[in-house]
């Protein structure tokens, strides 16, 4: 054996698989390859989708979820984690126990609660479960509007509910909170991020003509986690993944692929994997 003196950033995914390649697992994977890191998986749930839908969902038993985990945090140790849809309580406990021992490593937790008809994905108990166990552990909390107002029991349509939300689901317990305004009126996309440090800051940007956004969130949250892993602070880390975001919007803005809400195009300029000396 060699004396190994080199390592990849490595991140960590704990989310649903996409059977269309355009969100949850895939797309976070796609993410930190392209940002130039190691992803490793914890997948909660495989789903049968495509561009058009979802047409099926099947969990994963909680005893594998936590057999992946494990097994993942014990030998390739994340630099960061993302964390996305979770289904029910007994897996946000399960989840939110183990993550407990790891303290040092960030956490991007991407609350997905409504789907893109509007319909709710998740119920209220695992709602509270969420607030209660793993917003604590959180570094960064992501919301968009659906999931907002799910989180504070109200509409929210603007920036200053926008920023009114954010402070409120900052004090139930996570470091920072993003909240998005992908879905808000206009040609503007305004993002509020608050810090318990004391970050306050909102990101302003254009909407870009496409039906290409399946997995927007899942790719923010995962580039969050990507430039978290690679030594970033919180406020670089959102900054720059918005920028991948966007330009991998943009990247993919006419092309076709499927009858639906096709892909970002995660691999636009693709960076090779980043190796760094271990201490």
């Given at each position: 054996m060699g004396d190994f003196k080199k390592s990849y950033p490595s991140v960590l995914t704990i989310a649903g698989s996409d059977s269309g390649g355009g969100a949850g697992i895939q797309a976070d994977l796609k993410t930190f390859s392209a940002l130039g890191c190691f992803g490793t998986s914890v997948i909660t749930a495989t789903t049968a989708q495509n561009t058009k839908g979802v047409y099926g969902i099947h969990d994963i038993p909680v005893a594998h979820i936590l057999d992946q985990l494990r097994a993942v945090l014990t030998d390739i140790y994340p630099k960061a984690i993302k964390v996305g849809m979770l289904s029910r309580p007994e897996i946000v406990c399960a989840i939110a126990s183990e993550l407990r021992n790891?303290?040092?490593?960030?956490?991007?937790f991407d609350p997905v609660m409504v789907a893109t008809s509007g319909d709710r994905l998740?119920?209220?108990?695992t709602v509270?479960?969420?607030?209660?166990?793993?917003?604590?552990?959180s570094h960064i909390v992501t919301p968009n509007l659906d999931e907002t107002a799910v989180l504070v029991g109200r509409d929210v349509q603007c920036v200053d509910a926008?920023?009114?939300a954010g402070g409120e689901i900052?004090?139930?317990?996570?470091a920072h909170v993003l909240v998005k305004g992908g879905h808000l009126a206009g040609d503007q996309i305004v993002d509020f991020l608050i810090g318990a440090s004391g970050i306050n800051k909102e990101f302003e940007g254009c909407k870009i003509e496409t039906l290409n956004t399946h997995g927007t969130g899942c790719t923010l949250s995962s580039a969050i986690a990507a430039y978290l892993a690679r030594g970033l602070t919180m406020f670089e880390s959102v900054a720059m993944a918005r920028d991948y975001v966007l330009s991998a919007i943009e990247a993919g803005r006419e092309v076709k692929v499927g009858a639906g809400h096709g892909p970002l195009n995660h691999f636009f300029e693709p960076?090779?994997?980043?190796k760094y000396e271990m201490v």
């Open positions: 790891y303290p040092a490593i960030p956490i991007v998740i119920n209220q108990e509270d479960v969420i607030k209660s166990k793993l917003f604590p552990l926008m920023r009114k900052l004090s139930m317990g996570p960076q090779k994997l980043i």
